[in-house]
DNA sequence: TCGGTTCAGAGTATT
DNA sequence: TCTGAACCGA
């Protein structure tokens, strides 16, 4: 214990080993959070104050995930595998799974991502003769995912218009034929999980026993969904520990609440707020400039980021005359930091928007320089591994009419639009499967339909027994996919993907389990048995180290899980699929500059930064500040729409956030830069300088290029000024009062408590039958309910150091304390 | 069934 | 300017 604990700092200590209580810890940019989650569960583990069985850890990325995994697994003498510690999808998924009936779904229901599911829609609005221009399927799509966000099924919504009415209207049959697929969208994996728990009273009852810490990572960026699914899982005895910045709120858009931590503080009388602001990551000057930018953002819970290490360099401020400049000198200066030793993989240039990355790409391309671009296409999402997986999916389940489409004549059988009417007709008329209808079926088309459902299930009795990476070899090839590709002139690249996810499967065997898909929640019986002696004081009895889920099903039992043990490799493989979308790029070996927007660094860090396009109208982005309008057009009528009513600032808020996030991604070096003119929809536009750039202090700035004066004067004025001469510097490059004292921040105090007076010493006598041991849980007449973190001497001078969480860490000597044992 | 033309739209994104 | 989707003709 004491190694897991040390190098701690003491808000970190004090969150770490806070008692059991709910708990909201705010921690700032590169202050360690990360370590701090997982070291707490290490710590109840390693205490016993918890089993792994009772612990659910909750993310919102399966990097995130498996990052927590690792770390655990590197602290702990414990398999990870079967822990309840996943995406939010992959956790509903989980919970799908294994009681399935109860969810009325298939036990091999595929899941639908968004491609699919604006397929899907797409498909719905043929189907009904839906006018697609007035019901565009990307607004429905947003309609319908906002709504399940909300909580709301179609009778809940409400809809004051006919507009929106047909919306509804609309949403129900896309659930509909959802059902009648088998397959759920991701909102719905959450919805339909949050139901579940909600309808089953002994079911709840059950996961709310059984977790009794429920950690959340990224806290700032939970939706309300998942924030009543949090509520719905965590009992009168569950300890929730949310961590999250809500400085580095930049999802609203996408249905993110920051509200959420508010909200948790109230709700969940949360006595323990910790700040975590000691950053490790960054150099003075940067945090400087971080913590002035943020201070104009009004709403916030407040937080001040510190560091030992000292000011470091300056922040560098480059202004360019076009964005092809601005890249050209982004090149040297690579090519500078290169020449010093850097490595190319630890520098990063962010821009706003993917559309700036052209210009830099080609400077790059031009100069040589090896680079990599994020975003763009997944592995999972490019279209020959769709093909493949459709197959699977239908070999899987044949009601899946998306992927019966996706593949009935790919690669072509001669199977045109007209037979598909025909067969679609049929299977509506029969209320079947496609799959189903082509029975039904007879003439020319029949036949060729024929020979397609029986090839999907010749498939199917061909792979029966064959491993899972062999299964999907034979179907790319007996599909005809690979010979397809084949005859195509550019079709090497897909073959090479193909390959590729035959390694996919390979890959996914050897580390099932690590993720969150799991068959089942059957993996709790391959977690390593707990030390010797290991009480499950915390956990009902009916769930120890075997767990009710390791049991045998049980249809009678309510809390059972309702299937048999294993969900088929494939099956399993499958969701795997859908719920990782995998890299989005080869080459990640390569010492390669880093280019990405401001939203995919978040979480990541750099020695060298460039933060590219500061400039207004660009970023902060002009939707933001005009914003309002643009959530809740679909939505707005049935009362589904995200941030109703957000007033103007709350754009420019997030903008600034965003801005905090880049700012915060440089550990040595960051440099700032923007462009008199920058080429933008085919048009040169003027811009001026950001005020983002404005509201850094000017003693941690180095101006590369001559500054100019007020705000907003920078554009034209300085256009076609010859200022040749760079390196007109400002910035002395010092900012002071860093570093130091400023250790501000955790409301934990840490002194060493003689509280009592002689008069208690009779009573001080403990209880002998139960040990001081680190992690026993106490009480205290004054201090309230609190967890011992440290023991020090023995007999009449035995010192125990507990944290009180709110009251603080304080030492007391046994001999004199009054203290109670707990649980 | 494919390939070329035309047209609209252009913010950020995980599962 | 560039991209992706839809559409039409061979």
Avoid at 93 to 105: E, I, K, Q, V
Avoid at 119 to 125: E, G, V
Avoid at 389 to 400: C, G, Q, T
Wanted: some cysteine; glycine content about 10%; charged content about 25%.
């Amino acid at each position: 214990m004491p190694n897991l604990l040390a190098h701690l700092n003491e808000p970190q200590l004090a969150a770490v080993t806070l008692p059991p209580q709910h708990a909201l810890i705010l921690a700032g940019a590169g202050s360690g959070k990360t370590r701090v989650l997982t070291t707490r569960i290490a710590w109840l583990i390693s205490t016993r104050q918890l089993t792994p069985q009772g612990v659910l850890a909750v993310t919102f990325t399966n990097k995130a995930a498996r990052e927590m995994h690792t770390r655990l697994a590197a602290m702990l003498p414990i398999n990870t595998r079967g822990m309840w510690i996943g995406t939010f999808h992959g956790l509903c998924n989980r919970m799908l799974r294994a009681h399935h009936r109860d969810a009325a779904l298939p036990q091999t229901f595929q899941i639908l991502d968004s491609q699919d599911q604006l397929a899907a829609i797409k498909r719905l609005l043929r189907t009904l003769n839906v006018d697609d221009e007035k019901f565009p399927p990307r607004n429905l799509q947003y309609f319908i995912n906002s709504a399940k966000e909300e909580g709301l099924r179609p009778p809940a919504v409400e809809a004051h218009d006919e507009y929106s009415r047909r919306c509804v209207e609309l949403y129900a049959a896309y659930d509909e034929q959802c059902q009648r697929e088998g397959v759920v969208d991701f909102s719905e994996l959450l919805l339909r999980s949050y139901e579940l728990l909600q309808r089953n009273e002994l079911l709840r009852e059950h996961y709310q026993r059984r977790f009794t810490h429920v950690l959340v990572d990224e806290f700032q960026d939970t939706n309300r969904l998942q924030y009543r699914w949090l509520k719905l899982l965590a009992g009168a005895d569950s300890s929730v520990f949310a961590v999250g910045d809500d400085d580095q709120s930049i999802y609203a858009f996408r249905g993110a609440n920051v509200g959420n931590m508010a909200a948790f503080e109230r709700e969940f009388k949360v006595a323990n707020l910790i700040k975590l602001e000691q950053n490790y990551r960054s150099h003075g000057n940067i945090l400087s400039c971080a913590n002035a930018l943020i201070l104009n953002n009004r709403h916030r819970l407040g937080k001040n980021l510190w560091t030992e290490a000292g000011e470091g360099e300056p922040v560098r401020v480059y202004e360019a005359m076009t964005d092809g400049q601005e890249a050209q000198w982004l090149v040297e200066e690579i090519r500078a930091l290169a020449r010093d030793g850097h490595a190319r993989a630890d520098m990063a240039v962010l821009y706003r928007s993917n559309a700036q990355s052209r210009v830099i790409e080609h400077a790059l391309f031009s100069a040589g320089l090896p680079y990599r671009v994020y975003g763009g296409l997944r592995f999972f999402e490019r279209a020959e591994i769709k093909h493949a997986l459709a197959y699977l999916r239908l070999m899987e389940n044949p009601n899946d009419d998306g992927a019966f489409l996706r593949v009935v004549n790919f690669p072509a059988r001669g199977i045109g639009a007209r037979s598909l009417e025909a067969l679609q007709d049929a299977a509506k008329a029969a209320n079947l499967s496609l799959f189903a209808a082509v029975e039904t079926l007879t003439g020319a088309a029949a036949a060729k339909l024929g020979a397609f459902t029986r090839l999907i299930e010749a498939l199917r009795s061909e792979t029966r027994a064959m491993p899972l990476p062999e299964l999907v070899e034979h179907v790319v090839a007996r599909s005809g996919l690979l010979a397809h590709y084949q005859h195509e002139k550019e079709g090497q690249d897909r073959i090479e993907n193909l390959r590729e996810l035959v390694n996919a499967a390979v890959a996914f065997l050897s580390d099932e389990g690590i993720g969150q898909n799991v068959p089942a929640d059957l993996g709790v019986a391959n977690v390593a048995a707990p030390p010797a002696g290991v009480q499950f004081a915390n956990v009902a009895p009916d769930i120890g180290a075997q767990g009710l889920e390791g049991a045998p099903a049980d249809a009678a039992d309510p809390v059972a899980p309702d299937t048999a043990p294993e969900l088929s490799p494939l099956a399993a493989f499958l969701s795997h699929a859908s719920l990782e979308a995998g890299e989005n790029q080869a080459g990640e070996g390569d010492d390669a500059v880093q280019l990405m927007t401001i939203h995919s660094a978040k979480g990541l860090e750099f020695d060298a930064v460039f933060v590219t396009g500061l400039e207004e109208g660009l970023f902060p982005h002009e939707n933001a500040l005009t914003q309002a309008s643009r959530f809740g057009d679909a939505a707005s009528g049935g009362g589904a729409g995200r941030q109703q009513g957000a007033p103007p600032e709350q754009g420019l808020e997030e903008e600034r956030r965003l801005m905090y996030v880049a700012i915060t991604r440089a550990r040595q070096r960051l440099y700032l830069s923007f462009s008199q003119t920058r080429m933008l929809h085919g048009q040169t536009r003027y811009s001026l300088k950001s005020r983002f750039v404005d509201e850094l202090p000017d003693e941690a700035l180095k101006w590369l290029t001559p500054r100019v004066q007020a705000r907003g004067s920078a554009s034209l004025e300085g256009w076609g000024g010859a200022w040749e001469g760079f390196g007109g510097s400002r910035g002395r490059g010092a900012g002071s009062g860093f570093g130091a004292g400023g250790a501000a921040g955790a409301r934990a105090t840490y002194d060493s408590g003689r509280l009592s007076g002689p008069e208690q010493r009779a009573a001080a006598r403990f209880d002998r039958g139960i040990a001081y041991r680190v992690g026993q849980n106490v009480a205290h007449a004054r201090f309230g309910e609190g967890v011992i973190v440290n023991v020090e001497g023995s007999g009449e001078d035995a010192r125990v150091q507990v944290n009180f969480g709110r009251e603080g860490m304080k030492w007391l000597a046994l001999s004199v304390a009054k203290l109670q044992a707990l649980g």
